[in-house]
C-alpha cells in the first residue's frame, strides 16, 4: 500500500513538474518575443532611353520665357534712387546696362555701368529661367562687394511683374537678409525694378528702385 502511495505521490509531482516546464516555455514575455522584420524592396522604374532623350530636349529648349527675355536685348539708360534706413533722404544714380542673350539663347546677360558715390561702378546679372522647375532664377554680382546675391521666382502674365525672392550677406552684420525684387514690365521700352529687405517681423523696407528705358 506505501508503495502505491509512493509511486502516485512520484507520478503527480512529476506531472506538476512537467505542467510548470510547459508553462515556462509558453509564457514568454511579449517584449522578448523575437520579432521578424519585414524588407520591403523599393522598386524604381528606370525610363526607357527615348523617355530620357526627350527629358533633356525639353529641358534644353529655349521656350517662350526665354524669348520673353530676349525681348530686352539692347542698351538700357537707368536711375536709381536709393534708401537707407538711417536716413529719410534718398540717394540718386545713374548707370547703363547692355542686355544679350548667352549660349544659344538659353541664358540673359546683363553688364551695368555707371558712377556711384564718386566711385566707377559696374555689375553683372544673370537670368536664367528653368525649363525644369518652371521659374526664374537671377545671380548678382559687383565691384562693391565680393558677395554674390540669388533669387529665384516666377512671372506674373496678369500684372507684368516678375518677383524673385532670395538672400545676400549683409556686411555690417556678416549674416544673411532676405530680400525681394519685382521687376515691372511697362512696356517694351520701359521697365522698373524695385528691391526690398525683409525683416524678421515680415515687414518690407525698400532699398531701392531702378527705372530703365531702352536707348
Known amino acids: 500500500m506505501k508503495k502505491t502511495i509512493f509511486t502516485l505521490a512520484l507520478a503527480t509531482l512529476t506531472l506538476v513538474s512537467c505542467k ?25 522604374e528606370t525610363p526607357d532611353s527615348a523617355a530620357v532623350a526627350k ?23 537707368s536711375d536709381l534712387t536709393f534708401w537707407m534706413p538711417e536716413s529719410p533722404e534718398p540717394q540718386k544714380a545713374k548707370a547703363q546696362v547692355e542686355y544679350k542673350m548667352i549660349l544659344g539663347g538659353r541664358y540673359q546677360e546683363g553688364i551695368h555701368t555707371g558712377n556711384m558715390w564718386g566711385m566707377p561702378f559696374e555689375g553683372r ?6 525649363n ?30 516678375l518677383t524673385l525672392n532670395g538672400s545676400m550677406v549683409d556686411p555690417v552684420t556678416k549674416k544673411e537678409k532676405t530680400v525681394k525684387e519685382v521687376i515691372t514690365h511697362i512696356d517694351e521700352n520701359n521697365q522698373k ?23
Do not use: C
Open 20 to 44: 510548470k516546464e510547459e508553462n515556462q516555455q509558453v509564457e514568454i514575455p511579449l517584449e522578448e518575443a523575437p520579432v521578424e522584420e519585414t524588407v520591403v524592396e523599393e522598386v524604381l
Open 55 to 77: 527629358a533633356w530636349e525639353d529641358y534644353m529648349s529655349p521656350s517662350k520665357a526665354h524669348e520673353m527675355l530676349a525681348k530686352d536685348t539692347g542698351t538700357w539708360e
Open 125 to 130: 546679372g544673370l537670368v536664367a529661367y528653368d
Open 132 to 161: 525644369a522647375t518652371e521659374e526664374f532664377i537671377s545671380t548678382w554680382i559687383d565691384n562693391m562687394g565680393t558677395g554674390m546675391m540669388m533669387t529665384k521666382g516666377k512671372y506674373d502674365e496678369s500684372t507684368k511683374k
Open 193 to 215: 525694378m524695385e528691391m526690398f529687405e525683409i525683416k524678421k517681423d515680415g515687414t518690407e523696407f525698400k532699398t531701392m528702385e531702378i527705372t530703365s528705358k531702352r536707348k
